[in-house]
């Protein structure tokens, strides 16, 4: 009975753990690329299948994403830039935007603060394809 | 016998209906619980709080005054939009860039109470504007009153 106990007790103790650990882990550190997976649900959601979809040149070359993809996209080139459009495509049509309804529109997702010099920045990573 | 059948299966709709209407009205409630903002003007919706207790003294003003901010805080009517007159987002202002400064003290540190209670969470601050897609600080009217000694004056 006290082994019985005792071996419920551990199993409580580490699954509280396991839980505090997934509360305080970044569940997207790389950005894009960590939301932006091969399978959600049955949907093949990589950038770069989406991008196809959507008649976009290719991406294979680029590495680090989205760093790459200011090659052609300036981030700050008023109306039509990255910024505005990767917000756009992300905000736009709150009611039934999936990154407003599914991942509460959370900046932190693709966004983290350097706390060294205190500028909020992109989170970036290798590209999944 | 027909009419008590009829009276009997009328009074049941109606009371489904009233458990229906309720439990509809019930989630319409938390709906919009969930999705209002709590802090709609941002650091004035936060930074309450006056009593004297130095951790409980968390208006702007109080906490400025403590840090040896000179009197243009005070004066400053729209938080944070006025704190730009001096703090320019270009960096060009007679202070430095208020956007850094803010990050750091609200980022820094395990312990950091923003991280801890508020998790972290930008939207506290920050909103997308939807005209220019551009994330903007929220801003709101200052919640304390200028002081000259002791004298409150009204705006």
Known sequence: MKDRFRVLWAAALSGLFFCAGIAVADEFPEGCVSCHVQKIGDVDFRLNTLLAQIGHRKVDRLKVIPRDCGRCHASDDGEDSFTVMIHQIHFDVPNINLFVQRYGGACTHCHEVNTESGEAGLKNGPKNW | ?155
Not at chain 2, 126 to 134: K, S, V
């Open chain 2, 1 to 155: 016998m027909i009419t008590r059948i009829s009276r009997n299966r009328d009074r049941a709709f109606s009371t489904r209906n009233a458990v229906l209407f309720l439990l509809a009205a019930l989630s319409m409630a938390w709906t919009g619980a969930c999705l209002a903002d709590d802090y709609p003007d941002g650091c004035v919706s936060c930074h309450v709080g006056d009593t004297p207790k130095p951790k409980s003294a968390y208006r702007l003003d109080l906490q400025l005054a403590d840090l040896g901010h000179g009197k243009g805080g005070e004066r400053t009517k729209e938080i944070p939009t006025g704190c730009f007159r001096c703090h320019a987002s270009t960096g060009d202002g007679a202070a430095g860039k208020l956007g850094p400064y803010i990050h750091l003290i609200h980022f820094r540190g395990e312990k950091n109470p923003f991280l801890k209670k508020y998790g972290g969470d930008c939207s506290s601050c920050h909103q997308m504007d939807p005209n220019t897609w551009r994330a903007v600080a929220k801003s709101g009217p200052r919640n304390w009153e200028m002081t000259v000694g002791d004298t409150k004056i009204p705006d």
